[in-house]
């Protein structure tokens, strides 16, 4: 798997096929993984790009803090990396979403359009964010793994859940390649992160808002509370699917996603 040097990290990614670029980010404590079956689908028409982010994946572990915006700058450097300097359709799933929103807020002039995949607009509540500040230290010294077991069950559907045994193995399995200090840099990350509930209404291009009929972490009001707020939206509903929309129901979102791309 190539990697590139990007702000004295070595980031790993793919990038397959050719035509306009799509640049997919993924989600916490994930990698590029999650997005298999849309990058192999949208590579038949266009080039996508999906990278492991600092901390996870094949990518180095992060030293210190890890900001949104700095994930939105090596998301820049990748692009400059990989010689693209057209506008790219970028698409966000959960911590990926709070991404996009400051890689737009940085970089708005490298946006052609936006997929927002179970994400959210807000910032934590102040109970949330002193919770993961307290999830943060306690993998500091006990290492992730309560993190990836208890989040789990609010991660895919009760159908997935329990019908879908591999899919759930699959999901822990590419947890379990995340490194301890990119949890904990991303814990931080999150608990810090701008709210962007005003900047939707200046997000002026493109954007498909796909969600989980089942999702529990963005549920679908929400969500849709977010198109509503967008100038230019379409919102999608995947059936099937809780917040692992891009893995339960990976044909829809697939579909969701080249709609989007051949508007």
């Not at 793919?14 to 640049?23: A, H, I, N, Q, T």
């Not at 266009?46 to 700058?73: K, N, T, W, Y």
């Not at 999150?190 to 200046?202: G, I, K, V």
Request: glycine letters at 6%.
């Amino acid at each position: 798997m190539p990697k590139a040097t990007i702000n004295n990290q070595n980031i790993a990614y793919e990038s397959k096929g050719s035509g306009k670029p799509v640049l997919l980010v993924h989600g916490f404590p994930l990698n590029r993984q999650m997005w298999r079956e849309q990058l192999d689908a949208l590579a038949t028409s266009h080039q996508v790009i999906a990278p492991d982010l600092r901390g996870f994946g094949e990518s180095d572990p992060p030293v210190g803090d890890v900001s949104m915006a700095d994930h939105a700058d090596d998301l820049a450097a990748l692009l400059d990396h990989l010689a693209i300097d057209q506008p790219v359709a970028i698409a966000g799933f959960s911590m990926g979403g709070y991404i996009v929103f400051e890689f737009w807020r940085r970089h708005r002039n490298r946006v052609s359009s936006m997929m927002l995949v179970d994400t959210r607009a807000g910032a934590d509540s102040a109970e949330k964010a002193a919770g993961r500040r307290e999830s943060a230290e306690r993998v500091a010294t006990e290492g992730p793994n309560f993190i990836f077991d208890g989040m789990i069950p609010s991660l895919v559907s009760d159908q997935t859940f329990n019908g879908q045994p591999d899919l759930v193995k699959a999901i822990h399995t590419m947890m379990a390649k995340s490194s301890l200090a990119g949890v904990v840099a991303a814990l931080h990350a999150m608990a810090n992160r701008s709210d962007s509930c005003d900047l939707l209404r200046e997000i002026n291009v493109p954007v498909t808002v796909i969600v989980g009929a089942e999702d529990a972490i963005s549920p679908p009001a929400e969500m849709e509370d977010i198109a509503k707020s967008l100038q230019n939206a379409e919102y999608c509903v995947i059936p099937d699917a809780g917040h692992m929309t891009t893995m339960e129901n990976a044909a829809a979102v697939s579909a969701a996603m080249q709609k989007h791309l051949s508007a």
